[in-house]
């Protein structure tokens, strides 16, 4: 019993720090009348608006987190460069973005 219990409060936990700096955004928005930058990987259409990644399904906008290795053209506005394990990184709503060349990023997990 004890185990089983250990093993509930561990899945808790990890849980727990497992969620996105995201997710204090609402999870999902109907439409919107700002414009989102739309980003393809891996067949999945990402939109990104005020830096916060959704997908469409329908009308609605369901809040997902930045699939790591997913490139924009262009940084969202609004976050600041910050030095981790001395690479730079730009970061935004607890997303890091790193450059890969001249107008292409990368979302990476430092």
Same mark, same amino acid.
């Given at each position: 019993?004890?185990? &089983?219990?250990?093993?509930?409060m561990l899945v808790f936990l990890l849980g727990a720090l497992g969620v996105s700096a995201q997710s204090t955004q609402k999870e999902t928005i109907n439409t919107? $009348?700002?414009?989102?930058? &739309? &980003?393809?990987?891996?067949?999945? $259409?990402?939109h990104i608006m005020d830096g916060i990644w959704y997908l469409k399904a329908n009308k609605k906008f369901i809040l997902r987190q930045a699939p790591k290795g997913a490139r924009l053209k262009s940084l969202p506005k609004g976050g600041e460069n910050v030095v981790m394990g001395?690479?730079?990184?730009?970061?935004?709503?607890? &997303?890091?973005?790193?450059?890969?060349?001249?107008?292409?990023? $990368?979302v990476a997990r430092p």
């Open positions: 019993m004890k185990k &089983v219990k250990r093993k509930l919107s $009348e700002k414009k989102s930058e &739309v &980003v393809i990987y891996k067949d999945m $259409e990402y001395g690479k730079k990184y730009y970061k935004l709503n607890g &997303v890091f973005y790193k450059k890969i060349k001249t107008n292409l990023y $990368e």
